[in-house]
């Protein structure tokens, strides 16, 4: 039996990397503002935590974690991103983005009631971006400043595990807000007035709300397979401010007035395995699939509207976005060693959603390769970890694409640093240890009969029949029972 384990282990392990590496040869996956790093832990394994999540941010990886997590968990995270871009015209001539270290927080708690129901909840930042170029570049008419912040509120309950399954729901609330400032392009200038001092600063905020499910087996302890998806989420923005900063001749032309718009959000699907080759060694596996073609064109409709010629006014301004969608590719690991300690690793396989047409200042994506490594302690309950990506994009030339409309060359890497502490406590440990058989009462009782108490008087034993004579056996003693 132990021989076909380990044979059936060693050919799980195969799948594994056969998987690898025919999922990598493929071409290389996307994410666009997608953020996905929600704690030290998971960070450190390449976010391969689909199946194998240790503290409740797995929650968001997959919910159906949280019924294989005991006891009550706190958890926060910070998160600290610091990217590096540029970007370089057909002529040669480079521009390099403001560099700026951006923090993302996030809180998770999560609370196993029983040995079939656990809850969980999180509040976490899972799309976001921000840029600054320089106010008087060449691409400002497309960007200077770029923002889009949101957080999610995500209650789930998990029921489970049955004979190794678990399944969990949950609900999703999300707030989102934009910034975006640009230059304006205003065609009926004289020739002595410049553009660049004319900006626009369009910002609003919307809430949307979907929902999530998560999906567990554990077949045997050596390995577990997960899977869960959210729900794409549309985003009304109908409270929009459009605000002008122009010189006085165009004064009367843009108004400060409101604007509405929309974005939906994509849809999440992922699958994951983990495998305990040893018992303080797992890995797993982990594919994602982000549907971004949701997010086809970006709309402004504007209250007023923008005066471009003395009969003609400009209502909305649309972008056209076309995004793709994509699947990205997770492989992480983790060793247990001396009881406290923990030290992980991880890689992914990130990439381009963004079609050439669509490429610009405000998001220039494309492939990427994601590298990450950590660290993590326990004691007493308190858990901390630490972990460290490299983020690197390979360079995205769109300068024949005619379509584009800031042909050029972008480059990106951005330094990911997380942090996260927690404590777990078991209220449901206390008293685990009782004794078995006998009610509490009773030991009391036992306990508490007095020392001279006789003992009852014991049954004569036979006496064996023989022909040597001896001594007569003594009664045993009696005691109280406890």
């Known amino acids: 039996m132990k021989r076909n384990n380990r044979r059936i282990r060693a050919r799980f392990l195969s799948f594994l990397f056969a998987a690898l590496f025919l999922l990598a040869a493929s071409p290389v996956f996307a994410n666009a503002f997608f953020i996905q790093e929600m704690s030290g832990d998971g960070m450190a394994q390449g976010g391969a935590v689909v199946a194998g999540g240790r503290t409740p941010s797995a929650m968001f ?18 998160t600290l991103y610091t990217a590096m871009a540029s970007y370089e015209n057909p002529a040669g001539e480079t521009t390099n983005l403001d560099q700026r270290t951006l923090p993302v927080p996030h809180v998770f708690t999560s609370f196993k009631i029983n040995d079939w129901l656990a809850v969980g909840l999180g509040e976490f ?19 200077i400043d770029a923002g889009l912040q949101s957080f999610t509120i995500n209650p789930n309950v998990s029921f489970g595990p049955f004979k190794g399954f678990a ?17 304006l392009t205003l065609g009926l200038n004289p020739a002595d007035e410049l553009d660049s001092p004319n900006t626009i600063y369009l910002n609003g905020s919307a809430w949307g709300f979907g929902g999530n499910l998560g999906l567990m087996y554990q077949p045997a302890d050596w390995v577990r397979l997960g899977a869960s998806y959210r729900s794409a989420i549309k985003m009304s923005l109908d409270n929009g401010r459009a605000r002008f900063t122009v010189n006085d001749l165009n004064r009367g032309r843009f108004p400060d007035q409101g604007f509405s718009s929309s974005i939906t959000l994509p849809h999440l699907v992922n699958f994951g395995a983990r495998f305990w080759p040893m018992k303080n060694l797992s890995l797993e596996l982990d594919v994602w699939g982000t549907f971004w073609s949701s997010y086809d064109k970006l709309v402004f409709k504007f209250d007023e509207g923008l005066e471009q010629g003395p009969d003609r006014r400009i209502m909305e301004q649309t972008e056209t976005k076309d995004y793709e969608d994509f699947v990205q590719i997770r492989l992480g690991a983790e060793w247990l060693f001396l009881d406290h300690y923990a030290l992980r690793a991880g890689i992914m396989l990130d990439g381009n959603v963004v079609p050439d047409k669509s490429v610009d200042p405000m998001l220039p994506d494309g492939h990427r390769i994601n590298s990450c490594i950590g660290f993590g302690t326990e004691w007493y309950g308190f858990y901390a970890d630490a972990a460290y990506m490299l983020v690197w994009m390979l360079a995205r030339d769109v300068s024949g694409s ?7 060359k972008y480059q990106w890497v951005s330094h990911v640093v997380t ?6 406590f078991d209220p449901f440990a206390v008293g685990k240890d009782e004794p078995k058989g006998e009610t509490v009462e009773a030991v009391e009782a036992a306990s508490e009969l007095p020392a001279d108490l006789p003992a009852p008087p014991a049954e004569d034993a036979p006496v064996p029949e023989t022909t040597t004579p001896g001594p007569s056996p003594e009664p045993a003693p009696s005691t109280p029972a406890i």
Do not use: C
């Not at 005619?402 to 050029?408: D, I, V």
């Open 125 to 143: 930042t899972d799309f976001g971006l921000e840029v600054h170029w320089p106010k008087d570049w060449e691409g400002r008419h497309i960007v």
């Open 167 to 183: 399944v969990a729901v949950g609900f999703d609330a999300k707030w989102g807000r934009i910034d975006i400032r640009r230059a």
């Open 61 to 78: 990886q997959n919910a159906a974690n949280l019924s294989f997590l005991e006891g009550l968990h706190f958890q926060g995270v910070l």
């Open 419 to 424: 942090l996260s502490v927690g404590y777990h």
């Open 402 to 408: 005619a379509e584009n409309p800031m042909p050029g």
